[in-house]
């Protein structure tokens, strides 16, 4: 028995002994959710389809999908999202295990949308036509600094044209974002000021040599808006004030990052008179662009660098805006 017993343990350990190896761990299982919808109204988009993950996954009446997958979850999909009678939206889906708010809007291609119109405004086709720009758009609440001296009277503002200045603010603010952003402060003085992130700064000049209104940088952290303080720099219905609601309004548009576009507040030839603020029109497809992260590109990409998301990201555009009459 004991010579038996020995000749087994020699076995053994002459094979490497220890306990036997099974098979390895299963693959962790995975899966991510979320919902398509319409971005501007919300509705679910039933049927759409998500290329992502190297798989391919459609939405239900509900607009939920869900992907599945084994093994180590990525950090990033790159999504394709698609749907008959929608724009296709090129974007990034974080990936995180379990989540179930993955959601993802896209562009109905019908009215109220249209897309020549989105481009004058988020693209600048009016001014450059055929070279789109990607968006420009704040990723904080702007707060605005308004220097209230007027060198073309040597004093400051008259506390109707100051009014003015800041009833534009806050109207045109939540109008050009959808809602997302009100102006953060207001604040004035006679001083000029270092530029500093989170501000746009507005000024007074007097410049009868040149012919603008008004000058901004488009959607710039931090931004400017400078108003040329001349008699004929209104709307029609004011023709001989040197500022008014018409050009205020404008600017700060081109300061959230609204570019030129035909009819309403961001009209370059401001011929109208009665509308204050943004129109119906411009309000809808601005908020589509505050719905994207900026740098997203024609039609609907968005950038997959963190950088390219930063407001006012490279150097800063500015547009000049010959509006006397």
């Not at 993950?53 to 459609?58: A, D, E, K, L, R």
């Not at 295990?97 to 600048?124: C, E, H, K």
């Not at 789109?132 to 004093?155: E, S, V």
Request: charged share 15%; net charge neutral; proline share 5%.
């Amino acid at each position: 028995m004991r010579r038996a017993l020995l000749a087994s343990l020699l076995l053994v350990s002459a094979c490497g002994g220890g306990t036997p190896t099974g098979p390895g761990p299963t693959p962790q299982a995975w899966t991510i959710s979320g919902r398509v919808t319409n971005t501007l109204t919300g509705d679910p988009v039933g049927g759409a389809t998500l290329a992502l993950g190297g798989q391919t996954v459609t939405a239900g009446a509900d607009g939920r999908w869900t992907l599945s997958g084994e093994g180590a979850i990525p950090t990033a999909f790159d999504a394709v999202v698609s749907a008959s009678g929608f724009h296709t939206r090129n974007t990034r889906i974080q990936g995180e295990n379990g989540r179930t708010n993955a959601d993802v809007d896209i562009i109905r291609d019908a009215a109220p949308f249209s897309l020549d119109f989105y481009r004058q405004l988020a693209r600048d086709s009016f001014d450059t036509p055929g070279q789109f720009k990607t968006t420009k758009r704040w990723i904080t609440a702007p707060k605005f600094y308004i220097n209230t001296t007027n060198p073309a009277t040597g004093g400051t503002l008259s506390t109707s044209e100051l009014g003015l200045i800041t009833n534009s603010i806050q109207m045109v603010v939540p109008q050009v974002t959808g809602g997302l952003y009100q102006a953060a402060a207001i604040e004035t003085g006679t001083t000029a000021r270092p530029e500093q992130v989170g501000w746009i700064q507005i000024s007074i000049v007097h410049d009868q040599a040149d012919n603008f209104c008004g000058r901004a940088t488009i959607g710039a952290n931090p931004g400017k808006i400078l108003f040329n303080y001349l008699p004929g720099c209104a709307n029609i219905c004011t023709p001989n004030a040197a500022i008014s609601h018409t050009v205020v309004d404008h600017e700060i548009g081109h300061a959230l990052g609204l570019y030129h576009a035909l009819g309403g507040a961001m009209d370059a030839t401001a011929n109208h008179c009665k509308l204050q603020g943004l129109s119906d029109a411009e309000q809808v497809h601005a908020r589509i662009v505050y719905r994207r992260p900026a740098g997203n590109s024609d039609v609907d990409r968005d950038p997959t660098s963190t950088l390219a998301q930063s407001a006012g990201g490279g150097s800063a555009h500015t547009v000049s805006c010959f509006r006397r009459r």
